[in-house]
């Protein structure tokens, strides 16, 4: 089975620096970077009962200071796991692990003050997808030519949709839609949410910080996703977003399940 993983960060059009970081490993690669780019690998998975792949996104928490050193801290973190003795956690595991790194790095270092991030992590597989999240990070499975976002967001106002005291197209604009219930760097123990998801050769995944998913609605999302592939879909979420208010970070993974590298 092959996998084409496409990726990108952006630093938008109002921040000064780029507080996000996505990674993408597996046995030949160790891709962690915040710097404004789009690429694009092919993985080709000989190992069809264990997961060799994982893909990241991580968003720094601006409001707190030092976002961008909690999302670089985290992303090495989970790297250097990945890469080592203790590679067979599980994504929770995984997150945890970081968490607890952080809050460690936190004690030993205070002047950096507070500090922490949200993020969401992916394992693929031949049949499944394990993920774990905290925050507002999002992932979204497109199969059949739909999208489903299958995160749910951690944050004040998605509470309140949930209790159904405002809509879900009020929650796009609330004034209090930064408020992060769950994030890295911040409390232990954690609890991230976890996900296991089927999906089949020709379906997509999508990881993404909140810079996307503010600019952008499900529809257009689905839109761009199912009528484009690799870079050339990156690129287009990339203009559409950024043709908007482009007002914070903007960062992606686009995970492609193929049948085979000829296809």
Same mark, same amino acid.
């Given at each position: 089975m092959?996998?084409?993983?496409?990726?990108?960060?952006?630093?938008?059009?109002?921040?000064?620096?780029?507080?996000?970081?996505?990674? /993408?490993?597996?046995?030949?690669?160790?891709?962690?970077? #915040?710097?404004?780019?789009i690429g694009s690998i092919e993985i080709i998975n000989h190992t069809k009962n264990s997961f060799n792949i994982a893909i990241c996104v991580l968003d720094g928490m601006g409001g707190m200071g030092n976002g961008d050193v909690a999302s670089e801290i985290l992303s090495k973190k989970i790297l250097q796991t990945l890469n080592g003795? #203790?590679?067979?956690?599980? &994504? =929770?595991? +995984?997150?945890?692990d970081a968490n607890r790194h952080l +809050? $460690?790095?936190? !004690?030993?270092?205070?002047?950096?003050?507070?500090?922490?991030? /949200?993020?969401?992590?992916?394992?693929?597989?031949?049949?499944?997808?394990?993920?774990?999240? /905290?925050?507002?990070?999002?992932?979204? =499975?497109?199969?059949?030519?739909?999208? !489903? !976002?299958?995160?749910?967001?951690?944050?004040?106002?998605?509470?309140?949709?949930?209790?159904?005291? =405002?809509?879900?197209? #009020?929650?796009?604009?609330? &004034?209090?839609?930064? =408020?992060? $219930?769950?994030?890295?760097?911040?409390?232990?123990?954690? $609890?991230?949410?976890?996900?296991?998801?089927?999906?089949n050769p020709g379906d997509k995944l999508l990881l993404c910080s909140d810079g996307l998913t503010n600019e952008l609605s499900d529809k257009e999302l689905q839109a761009i996703l199912t009528q484009a592939s690799g870079i050339p879909a990156l690129e287009e979420l990339f203009r559409q977003s950024l043709g908007k208010s482009g007002s914070d970070n903007i960062t992606l993974i686009v995970a492609e399940y193929r049948n085979s590298a000829t296809n």
């Open positions: 092959t996998f084409l993983i496409s990726y990108g960060t952006n630093v938008g059009k109002v921040r000064r620096s780029n507080e996000d970081k996505y990674l /993408v490993f597996s046995e030949e690669h160790n891709l962690c970077n #915040d710097k404004d780019q003795k #203790d590679s067979q956690l599980t &994504p =929770i595991e +995984l997150l945890l +809050l $460690n790095f936190k !004690q030993t270092n205070p002047k950096f003050g507070p500090m922490g991030a /949200v993020g969401t992590l992916a394992f693929l597989k031949s049949q499944e997808i394990w993920i774990a999240h /905290v925050g507002d990070t999002r992932a979204y =499975i497109i199969q059949n030519q739909k999208i !489903q !976002q299958i995160t749910e967001d951690q944050t004040y106002v998605n509470a309140l949709v949930k209790s159904g005291v =405002i809509s879900a197209s #009020d929650a796009r604009s609330h &004034p209090q839609r930064n =408020i992060i $219930n769950n994030c890295l760097g911040q409390i232990e123990p954690l $609890n991230p949410l976890n996900y296991i998801w089927k999906w």
